[in-house]
Structures are given as C-alpha cells and as structure tokens.
C-alpha cells in the first residue's frame, strides 16, 4: 500500500504564491505516476497536474504557466509549487499516485483559499 500526506495550504491573497507538499510512504517502489487534484465546493474533482516516472509533465490549461509539479526522489515528496494565485484555484488539493498495478491511492487533501 502507499500512503500520502499533504501539507502546505494555507491562506493566501491573489497573486501571492504557495508550495504543496506531498510525502509518500509505502510501497513506493510500484508507483508509476503522481499528481495533483483538486476540489471547490460545490464542484467536482478536476485534474491539475502529473508528473511520470519518466518526468514527463501534464497540467490543465487553467493552471498551466503557474504551477509547477516537481519531485524529490530522496525524500519521498512531490511538491506542486503554485505562481500567481487568483481566487479561482481555491479548493481542496488532493496527491494522488498511480501503481504499476493500475490501482490509484489519494491523500486526504489540503486546503488552499485564495481572497480577492
């Protein structure tokens, strides 16, 4: 099993930026790929970013030039560093991880609030 725990959100005001972290633990050996999603209230879950093992990036086009995802192999940890935050991005951001064996583990989220 692998097991994810986010960290970093907070309150922040438009244009002002953050950096999420998201430490893994388990069976890290089988995960092929990690991500970020989010969720606003009243919304459904939408893709973010992801990033495979091969470093091969993909971001939704509402975020795409402000956030970055990256990882650090050595501590476990994907980061998701957010530039020029609008109001339009809060919601619950939630790591997830893709094993080899096609089986999909989320964190628990972590909220992010952007005020006007």
């Known amino acids: 099993q692998v097991q994810l725990v986010e960290s970093g959100g907070g309150l922040v005001q438009a244009g002002e930026s953050l950096r999420l972290s998201c430490a893994a633990s388990?069976?890290?050996?089988?995960?092929?790929?990690v991500g970020w999603a989010r969720q606003a209230p009243g919304k459904q879950r939408e893709f973010v970013a992801g990033l495979t093992s091969g470093d091969s990036a993909n971001y939704a086009d509402s975020v795409k030039g402000r956030f970055t995802i990256s990882r650090d192999n050595a501590k476990n940890t994907v980061y998701l560093h957010m530039n020029s935050l609008k109001p339009e991005d809060t919601a619950v951001y939630y790591c997830?991880?893709?094993?080899?064996?096609?089986?999909?583990?989320w964190g628990r989220g972590t909220q992010v609030t952007v005020s006007s």
């Open positions: 388990g069976t890290i050996f089988d995960i092929s790929a």
């Open positions: 997830n991880a893709l094993s080899r064996s096609s089986l999909r583990y």
